[in-house]
């Protein structure tokens, strides 16, 4: 049975997810504010944390950095509740973190069944794909890890999603409107400018390696292969 903890000040909200994720056999606890999440979180390890971006003394992107932050609880699942207006937002908990986003208002049937997806993705480690390499740089989605010129690199979940999109579409190029709704899940009316700032960050982490990560001017990036060369 996984253990949902339930983040939000609404307390409506909060107590109508509760009984409906009870219903779908879910063990759950309720938070309506920061750190009272983060001290349940630490008392009783959740498997996913529903966690709304608004609350009255930390934010939910706060929330979520200190949970990437805490050893024990770092490999969480989180699934960030925003409204509609916010998806600048979603893609700064898309930085420090967060696996998945539900916007307000929705359906509560939905809710279960995304957390049900989200944690049969999480569960499926017969189907993981093996580690994927080139030059120096090697990716283990497995383990979550990246590593260049056989040092581990520290990446958000978002670069890592970025980077394993990028190496497992070897040369092709994908357009910046392509990576904000493969990657970031966001509608690609949004300002894709924000993909060139998450595309330098990466850059500057791939040290030797910064050039196999080409801009294709006035279209979007690829990675290419060095021995291609």
């Not at 709304?52 to 490999?75: F, K, T, W, Y």
């Amino acid at each position: 049975m996984a253990h949902v903890l339930i983040v939000d000040d609404e307390r409506d909200l909060a107590e109508l997810i509760d009984f409906n994720l009870r219903g779908a056999g879910f063990s759950t606890r309720l938070a309506f504010t920061g750190e009272a999440a983060l001290a349940a979180a630490r008392e009783q390890s959740p498997d996913v944390v529903l966690l709304d971006l608004m609350l009255p003394d930390l934010s939910g992107i706060e929330v979520c950095r200190h949970l990437r932050a805490n050893s024990q609880l770092r490999d969480v699942l989180i699934v960030m509740l925003t409204a509609k207006s916010e998806e600048a937002d979603r893609i700064r908990g898309f930085e420090v973190g967060a696996d998945d986003y539900v916007v307000k208002p929705f359906s509560v049937r939905e809710l279960v069944l995304r957390l049900k997806a989200i944690l049969r993705r999480s569960t499926a480690p017969n189907d993981s794909p093996p580690p994927l390499a080139l030059g120096p740089l090697r990716l283990d989605v497995t383990a979550h890890r990246f590593y260049v010129d056989g040092q581990e690199t520290s990446l958000t979940a978002l670069e890592f999603r970025l980077m394993e999109h990028l190496m497992a579409r070897l040369g092709r190029v994908q357009t910046r409107e392509q990576l904000l709704e493969e990657v970031w899940g966001l509608s690609s009316a949004l300002e894709t400018r924000t993909i060139d700032t998450h595309v330098m960050r990466l850059r500057d982490k791939l040290g030797s390696a910064r050039a196999l990560l080409e801009t294709v001017r006035g279209v979007g990036y690829r990675i290419v292969d060095p021995a291609a060369g």
